[in-house]
């Protein structure tokens, strides 16, 4: 067995919210299977002007990383210098950063600067960020530019990274699966029980933020041609609306689906998720764009098919006919005929069945191989 290797991994982690926390959470718990890992959040992520929501979650410490150092202030400039100098005299052999968004670019770019030549892997999980704005490129190129490795995980990801880094040094991987989620290991009927939902009921999930480009709009607006089609169905909107909630609400009076649609708005608790996903059949993501998304994982870690849209990375981890439907973007009828194909044909087992025969493919030891290489 190899010696273990000196890893600073940097991102947040809990109490910190969100996919990314998860992920950089189940990242630690890979690597340090086989290597001596220095887990690095923040002491401040986003600034309250810039990020008006809570940022943290304490009441669910069902990821939290008992080692974390909580001590990067990303808008500190002292406070970075101390952290660069601090990874330096540690000495890694590699430090692996989450990338989203250019907010971080400064932050990083001078831990780029003070914590001196080091093996430095960037996760990028958007390497643009899904709302453009002025300098975004610019400030992109001015940090990843001093990266010696990257993973992504889509190949659409892989084409805006070439664009700015034409020699990068990229391994191209699947976004792993959460499968984190199953605190009870609940059944479908227990999970409808608790929503008061009636076990023979037919459920659609859309699940996370609701932003302009994840495209609820189109799957409201599918709604009547799938009760046409299938009869009597619910679909569960669930999850924190960023921006005109009331949009939806009107769409769906003026398709008259106020029986078939039910809003759950908020932030979801990660024990609360579990029963959403498994009351579902089938799990609905009609993005208007999108680079990859945590949201397919999930369903994927509770055997739920998905429909999901022909853009970004989603085609790559979505079999069409196999472990869900991939449909072109921006087509309410697209989405009604997957639906209706879904039910009429009974296709739930089949997909359930490749969903796990899939999940070598998604494992967190992959992407523990994928760091592995970068050593």
Known sequence: MREKKKIVLIGPVYPYKGGISHYTGQMYRELIKNNEVKMLSYKMQYPKFLFHKEQKDFENDSFKVEQTEYMLHTANPFNIIRTARYIKKYKPDMVIIQWWHP??????????????????????HNVFPHERFPLDRLLTKMVLAKGRHFIVHAKEEAKELANIQKTADYIVTPHPTYNMFKFEDMTQEQARKLLRMDKEQKVL???????EYKGLKHLLRAMPAIIEKIGDVQLLVVGDFDGDKEQYESLISEKHIEKNVQIIDGYIPDKEVEKYFAASDLVVLPYESATQSGIVQIAFGFTKPVIVTEVGGLPDVVTDGETGYVVEPCNPDAIADSVAHFYIDEMAERFAQNIEKEAARFSWERMGEVVEKFF
């Open 205 to 211: 999930l859309f699940f996370g933020f609701v932003r």
């Open 103 to 124: 907010y971080f670019a400064p932050c990083y770019r001078i831990l780029e600067l003070f914590m001196g030549k080091q093996n430095l892997v960037f996760v990028c």
